[in-house]
């Protein structure tokens, strides 16, 4: 018998399709990877430093090409619209602005009570709800949705929730949003001409915007009080303090600077400057309102005139008047606790609340500088500026102001102003309405 020797049989393949394709002249270039059977894809775009890689999830040749050029041109439609092309979080972009603002408390270029409040209405809601979002959801055809959507959650939901949150409390925690979102457009994440704003939804009920000032003759009634009566006191460690806060409120009043810039402001920063026609004006340097975002830049700010005088009174009485000392401090240097001190005051002296039953606080007396202002004919842009904030806002809690003005002008003739000696305001050291408004 014949025996035939066993021959194994070779199944010859057909060669392997190449595991590399460019495209788009090499700027687009499909791949696989070895022991892989998926092909993915990378691109070169412009503006970009890295390969911009997405998996095409196909093993077909003919399908990764096709699925890689509709990528592509996604992505270039994208970067001519300004959305960015990679995918941030908002918990992403929550935690880079943490790190920003903690750096802002480390060189006192904001408030620690600031901080606490912004970490803490991150913390305990805004990341809970919005952190796992896209920073591409946050533009500006969605602001509404999104600000409705985080309410109706508020309302219902959140760590600790006891009952539906004031507007002031939801109102403060979308500013904590608002500072995550401007962090993210400094990031390159989201890009500015897209970037929103959320608000109060219009459903949300909120008292009038008018900001409790002072009238002219509430200020006088005040000023006089402090400079008769409420610096007089027996006790001697009271004096001092008290004489701080009678000088801080006339200069608030003068210069219309913020709360906050009390905490920057230092003997350094005033100086006087002579303008084009040889006037001379006293100018303020302040830096408050920096610590959400840094969309408030300093500024020199011109105070009226009244402002130097009150300012060399009180460093005659001051105990740290040294250039790099805060001019309103406590005897030690630190930081001035006043809430509770300008509260009594405004209690004693018969000016705690307006005319619509709203309590006033020291933020008042930048609010009458506004009103002030107006009433005494200067421009809102002028005012707007020097104030380091916008004509909408100054339009916004002012324009009863404006509408008076108007009043005035389509009813008659404008009344002459009141002199001193009509209202009763000495010469001495306090300041009279014709100081205050210029």
Same mark, same amino acid.
């Given at each position: ?16 399709? =190449? ?108 990341? =809970? ?71 109060? =939804? %219009? ?32 006790? %001697? ?12 409120? *006339? ?32 100018? !303020? ?5 920096? @610590? ?15 402002? %130097? ?16 000392? *805060? ?5 030690? @240097? ?5 809430? %509770? ?20 606080? !020291? ?52 009344? =002459? ?10 010469? @001495? ?8 408004? @210029?």
């Amino acid at each position: 018998m014949n025996i035939i020797p066993f021959r194994k049989t070779v199944q010859h393949q057909p060669a392997s399709a =190449p595991d590399r394709v460019e495209l788009k002249n090499g700027r687009l270039v499909i791949h696989r990877r070895r022991g892989s059977g998926y092909w993915q894809m990378r691109a070169r775009l412009p503006g970009e430093k890295d390969y911009v890689r997405v998996s095409l999830k196909t093993s077909r040749e003919e399908e990764a090409r096709e699925l890689a050029l509709r990528e592509y041109i996604k992505l270039e439609m994208k970067i001519e619209e300004g959305i960015p092309i990679r995918s941030h979080k908002f918990g992403d972009a929550a935690k880079k602005y943490r790190k920003w603002l903690e750096d802002q408390l480390n060189i006192k270029a904001t408030s620690a009570d600031m901080t606490r409040n912004l970490l803490g209405a991150l913390n305990r809601y805004v990341e =809970p709800y919005f952190g796992a979002k896209d920073m591409s959801e946050f533009r500006h055809k969605a602001a509404e949705k999104l600000s409705e959507g985080y309410y109706h959650w508020r309302a219902t939901n959140g760590k600790g929730k006891a009952s539906v949150p004031a507007w002031k409390t939801v109102n403060f925690e979308y500013m904590a949003v608002n500072a995550v979102i401007e962090h993210a457009v400094k990031l390159n994440w989201i890009d500015d001409r897209n970037a929103c704003k959320l608000k109060l =939804p %219009k459903f949300v009920a909120t008292p009038t915007n008018r900001r409790p000032g002072f009238t002219e003759e509430e200020y006088l009634k005040l000023a006089r009080y402090m400079w008769r009566r409420w610096v007089k006191v027996k006790d %001697k460690r009271q004096v001092y303090t008290r004489q701080m806060v009678r000088h801080l409120i *006339l200069v608030m009043v003068n210069s219309g600077m913020r709360t906050n810039d009390i905490e920057f402001f230092r003997w350094r920063d005033m100086k006087e400057e002579v303008d084009q026609n040889g006037e001379t004006h006293f100018m !303020l340097y302040l830096q408050g309102k920096q @610590g959400r975002s840094g969309s408030t830049p300093p500024a020199w700010c011109a105070a009226q005139p009244r402002t %130097k005088v009150f300012l060399e009174r009180w460093k005659e009485i001051c105990v740290n008047i040294g250039d790099d000392d *805060l001019v309103f401090s406590t005897k030690k @240097g630190g930081k001035l606790e006043y809430s %509770k001190i300008v509260e009594d005051l405004f209690r004693e002296a018969g000016v705690l609340q307006d005319q619509n039953g709203k309590k006033r606080t !020291l933020y008042s007396c930048r609010h009458t500088y506004a009103m002030l202002r107006l009433q005494a004919g200067a421009s809102i842009g002028d005012i707007a500026r020097n104030m380091r904030t916008s004509v909408a806002m100054i339009e916004k809690h002012y324009g009863q102001v404006q509408a008076i003005e108007r009043a005035a002008a389509v009813t008659g003739p404008k009344l =002459p102003r009141r002199t001193k000696q009509q209202t009763g305001a000495s010469g @001495g050291t306090t300041a009279g309405v014709d100081a205050a408004a @210029g």
